[in-house]
Structure formats: C-alpha cells, structure tokens
C-alpha cells in the first residue's frame, strides 16, 4: 500500500509491503515493528537500529514519540489521495467547488444541507462502493450552495453531489 506521509513540512511517498521492508521515497529499508506492553508503544528496527516508538492519534494526524523527539505526523493513503481528487478536494480557494462521485455508488449519507457553513476537511458525504464506505470532504471552508442527492440514492462517477461556494 501507498501512503503520502508529512513530517513536518516535508512530504514522503512511502510503500509498505508485506515482506517486512518500507520504501521511503524509492529507498528500501528493511523493517520490523511490532506493539509492545501498553497500547501505542511500539518496537521499531529499522536497518539494525532499534527504537522505542509511542504514537498516539490526533485530531490532525498522529503525534509520534521517538527517544526525546516529538513529531506531528499526517498520513493519506494513496486511495484516498485519489478520492479526494476524484471529489475536488484540490480545487481553487475561491469561487465554487463542485463534488463529483469519484466512482459509481449508493449515497449513505449526506450530513449538510443548502446554506449550511463548512469547513475545508467536513466530511459532506459519504458514498458506498464495493461494500467501502467513502467519506467525501470539503475541499475548503464554503457554504453548501446545494445539495443534489440523498440517502440511499445511487449515483454514477462524476455525478455531481454538491456544490459549495
């Protein structure tokens, strides 16, 4: 799996495979952790060097502990990089943004209506797909202008689902 990684103000690609090794901007580097004692502490090797790891969930991503160390992590996995284009979420600032289905599906849930106020990163609907519910975002802080489907609706990609200006 891929996995756009930002530490900092520096983004990394990095793919995870299931024979124990990362690549990390193309670079392989063999790897093991596993959970240790209380939940969120970690045993890491990487390339015959160990760590002790504490990571703990965010509001914004992660909060990763490594010896004295404090790192604010954010992960996005390339499906839902991909989503999130697909949805519009990297549109322009201003003006209006339109959200289209990135793929066909059953609408499960729409948790705005028009006028509503958004903030970039609301989740405004949540779309079915091959039994994967898909949470579709604001791409920035608007108002909804309109909502054009509901529940349990099904919709085809690039339909559009709502627009914000």
Known sequence: MRYLTVVGDRTYTVDIDREGQVVIDGTVRPLD????GQEGLYSLLVENESFEVLVEASEDGYRVLIGDTLY???VVDERARRLAEAAGALTASAGEA???SPMPGLIVAVPVQPGDTV??????AVLESMKMENELRAPRDGKVAA???EPRQAVEQNQVLLVIE
């Open 72 to 74: 604010q992590v954010r």
């Open 119 to 124: 903030k970039k990163g609301q989740v405004v």
């Open 98 to 100: 339109t959200i289209k």
């Open 147 to 149: 909502v054009k489907v």
């Open 33 to 36: 952790m596993r959970p240790v």
